[in-house]
């Protein structure tokens, strides 16, 4: 159990940001702090139960079913991460270029990043791409798009394709629509269904609970196999993510249910191709 202090969600506190990406040169050290139901990571070809005290992992994937409350990690350079129900998302993404360096990449669900004043925290996803230096935002990504809440501070948003940058004042919200067709809209205030689906642990201000474990090593138990269902939504994700993971699920290709899966999905990911059915090499001519 943690103590919480229930704020409003839409009190802010303006400050400065400045804009444009700053990548670190290694990742910060990253450990899950609190938990409040059950939830999962998988690391390598495994799939552990997380705990509080878990050290992370560049390249972790987190995954935090329906039926769990909060999974929040916390960094030692004092930004923090919460994680809501029916999430994934991957720590320290390997992306290259224009969006590398950032803190996580939410492949669905909910995010809210708080950064210290100074410090530039980023956060990309299939929709939106943020960052906020001092600020707390909170990002949603549902069927019908995805809506960004500047909590606190400024926050910068801009499209994973390119084009000009967006710069959020605190208490606007910015929602891009699914299928790319209409044109995002900015807000004001949040929206009602935005309020609604709210997680309540996301209006908590938690205190930070990262010396608790600084000296205890806790380790992820095993949380049965790593199945085909449980990869499928990453190997199914945008070209880049697939293309920067496909040696990290090349191995589990080799077993049979993780095959049928990778088969059966083919046109979702057709990099998969020449490493299931490699062509014939070529015969020396005689």
Sequence with gaps: ???????ALCTVVAMGVRTGPAAAATPPTSVLTTLDG???????????????????KADDL??????ARLARLEQ??????????????LLAPRLAGARGGARLYLLSGWLKLSAPAGTRAR??????????????????LHAAGASLFAE????????PAGGEAVVLQPGELFSVPAG?????????????????????????????????????????QAAGALSYAHAQPWIDAEPALRRAYLARWRPLARQPEFRRGLVSGLKNHPEWGPILSPPEPRRPPY
């Design 123 to 140: 956060v990309l996803s299939p929709w939106l791409d943020v960052s906020t230096a001092g600020g707390t935002v909170v990002l949603w």
């Design 1 to 7: 159990m943690f103590v919480t202090r229930r704020i």
């Design 152 to 159: 606190a501070g400024e926050a910068t948003v801009q499209r």
């Design 180 to 220: 790319g067709t209409a044109p995002p809209e900015r807000a004001d205030r949040p929206s009602r269904a935005f309020l609604g689906a709210l997680p309540r642990t996301f209006m908590d201000k938690l205190p930070s609970r990262l010396a608790r474990w600084r000296d205890q090593a806790v380790e992820p």
């Design 62 to 67: 987190f995954d935090v079913p329906a039926q």
């Design 38 to 56: 059950e939830a999962f990571l998988l690391r390598d070809s495994a799939r552990l139960a997380l705990a509080e005290g878990v050290a992370l």
């Design 76 to 89: 030692n350079d004092g930004v923090d991460i919460a994680l809501g129900p029916d999430t994934r998302a």
